[in-house]
């Protein structure tokens, strides 16, 4: 549960019509591996987040991140992820929520490159190194600008922090892979949601016994290997419907094997039927 928000902006439709953003600067006194830093994804949002202060590893996509003060850690939309406490330190951050339409509707589409060029779970990590040039100092600013009422200002200083990100011309941080056959694993279940996939399948095509494998693989993401495979099926049918497909071609082509299936998922993970959600977009 977060102790003090220090700065907290939610606007996600600005006056002008253009599409929003969100800022949060807030503290954890006492942080905990559960609650809101679950596994989790946002599928129409980028979250650029600024790490100040803890004891925490990103984890994304299987993948594994040591957090250092003034890093950067940039989470894509459908990519899984959720912070590691790895103690109850205090824990301070900055996180940016930009809409995909955000890039459009204020006709700067160029600048949404940074976010398109990297496989799922890498280049998340911009070291302090790097960050600590300028991209750390416009995040302070927007901070600041927001808490004084500026929020034109907040919004241009976004923008340039935008353009800086895509002037990143070294190398991002590698990650720290636990078990690379498990990131390899949630690489090919990324290319084969639409298909039939089964446990002694998977097992035998990376010639790993099923029982281990499950338990590698909870270990690592948090989730059993059919949990994944759902969740992900979802959000790729909740974009097919998005982009025009009805609920249940977008079920099917999302790999459910029928669309009693998907409503029975979709209920248990959203909390409502996929016509509620629609409605409700």
Not at 69 to 81: C, K, S, T
Not at 160 to 166: A, C, D, K, P, V
Request: a negative charge.
């Amino acid at each position: 549960m977060v102790d003090q928000y220090l700065t907290a902006f939610y606007g996600r439709e600005m006056e002008d019509g253009n599409a929003g953003y969100e800022f949060v600067h807030s503290i954890n006194n006492a942080p905990r591996n559960d609650g809101e830093f679950r596994l989790h994804n946002h599928n129409d949002l980028y979250e650029i987040y600024l790490f100040l202060e803890g004891d925490v590893e990103f984890h994304i996509e299987g993948n594994i991140y040591r957090a250092h003060p003034h890093d950067i850690f940039i989470a894509r939309p459908y990519e899984m992820h959720h912070n590691y406490f790895r103690s109850s330190s205090r824990y301070e951050r900055i996180v940016i929520f930009v809409p995909q339409k955000f890039f459009r509707l204020n006709r700067c589409e160029e600048l949404e490159s940074f976010f398109l060029n990297s496989s799922l779970g890498t280049g998340c990590q911009i070291p302090a190194a790097v960050a600590e040039r300028e991209l750390v100092a416009l995040l302070f600013k927007i901070n600041r600008y927001l808490q004084e009422g500026a929020l034109l200002i907040a919004k241009c200083v976004l923008l340039e922090f935008l353009y800086q990100l895509n002037q990143i011309s070294v190398p991002l941080t590698e990650p720290v892979v636990e078990d690379q056959r498990i990131k390899d694993i949630l690489l090919w279940l990324n290319e084969h949601l639409t298909q039939r996939v089964t446990l002694d399948g998977l097992a035998d095509a990376f010639f790993l016994n099923k029982y281990h494998l499950c338990r590698v693989f909870r270990s690592v993401t948090g989730m059993s290997i059919n949990q994944y495979l759902n969740y992900k099926r979802l959000l790729l049918a909740r974009s097919l419907h998005q982009n025009g497909q009805t609920l249940l071609e977008a079920s099917v082509n999302a790999g459910f094997n029928s669309y009693a299936h998907f409503y029975r998922m979709h209920k248990k993970v959203f909390g409502m039927s996929p016509r509620e959600e629609s409605r409700h977009g």
